[in-house]
């Protein structure tokens, strides 16, 4: 029987090249910025970053985050954000 290693893999563990592109992916800290119906969030995360074509991957745990997010930011919830400022809208 094959025990399978449940150990989580690191960010770079996961991905070996750009799905897109197949270009070299290296692992940086990116801004990230979610919309929601009136609100914004952005947030610092972890991403393998394509030096070719700049497509960003992330882990499982990170793109949940996301979609709690914005499923909050749908809601008007923004339970658990810091709010840094205002945004503007130029017409
Ligand atoms: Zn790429």
């Known amino acids: 029987m094959v025990q399978k290693n449940s150990r989580k893999l690191a960010l770079e563990e996961m991905f070996g090249s750009c799905p897109v592109c197949g270009g070299e992916l290296v ?3 990116v ?3 979610l ?3 009136q609100d914004t ?3 610092n995360v972890e991403a393998m970053v394509c030096q070719r074509c700049g497509e960003r991957l992330y882990s499982e745990d990170t793109v949940r985050g ?3 997010i914005r ?3 749908a809601r ?3 339970e658990g954000l810091e709010p840094v ?3 503007y809208k130029v017409s």
Do not use: H, P, Y
């Open 66 to 68: 996301f979609e709690r």
């Open 31 to 33: 801004e990230e910025i």
């Open 85 to 87: 400022g205002r945004a």
């Open 41 to 43: 969030a952005i947030l």
């Open 71 to 73: 499923a909050n930011l």
């Open 76 to 78: 008007g919830s923004v």
């Open 35 to 37: 919309r929601g119906a």
């Open 27 to 29: 692992k940086r800290q």
